[in-house]
């Protein structure tokens, strides 16, 4: 079982507390991610900035891989792609949830699911710490 929303938004708060970020829900390989979005998040013309969505992204799928291997700091993001699909509206909170598509290796591929509403997809790699995968990863 891993940690419940209310411990990861703990975690969140403690050692990131720059993000807006807060989880709505955690679980079965996937997270819902909230980010309440004001002036300082938009860009010129009224839209919110890509380092903001890329970071709702990257806590998002952050999230969802603590909610299966527990609460282990280090596992840091190697690689992120991102593709803009549309805008996303700039007059309310973010709302992102994304699901691991597989979680083996000490490399850790994750991948958000596209649906017809989205505004974007994602790719994103983690490294999880040797020492902790050897003992504690899920196969599959």
């Known amino acids: 079982l ?6 990861l938004n703990l975690f969140l708060e403690k050692e990131f507390p720059q993000t807006k970020c807060r989880v709505v829900e955690v679980g079965n390989q996937t997270a819902t991610i909230a980010h309440e979005i004001g002036e300082a998040e938009l860009r010129p013309g009224g839209t919110v900035s890509g380092p903001v969505l890329m970071e709702v992204a990257d806590v998002a799928l952050y999230v969802a891989l603590l909610g299966e291997i527990g609460i282990v700091p280090l596992a840091v993001t190697t690689g992120l792609t991102i593709n803009f699909l549309r805008k996303p ?3 309310q909170q973010i709302m992102l949830c994304v699901r691991c598509s597989k979680l083996a290796g000490p490399l850790l591929p994750e991948r ?3 649906t017809p509403k989205a505004t974007r997809n994602l790719l994103l790699m983690r490294l999880v710490p040797t020492r902790f995968h050897q003992s504690s990863v899920p196969r599959g």
């Open 2 to 7: 891993g940690p419940s929303k209310e411990e």
């Open 89 to 91: 509206p700039a007059t």
């Open 112 to 114: 958000s699911d596209s």
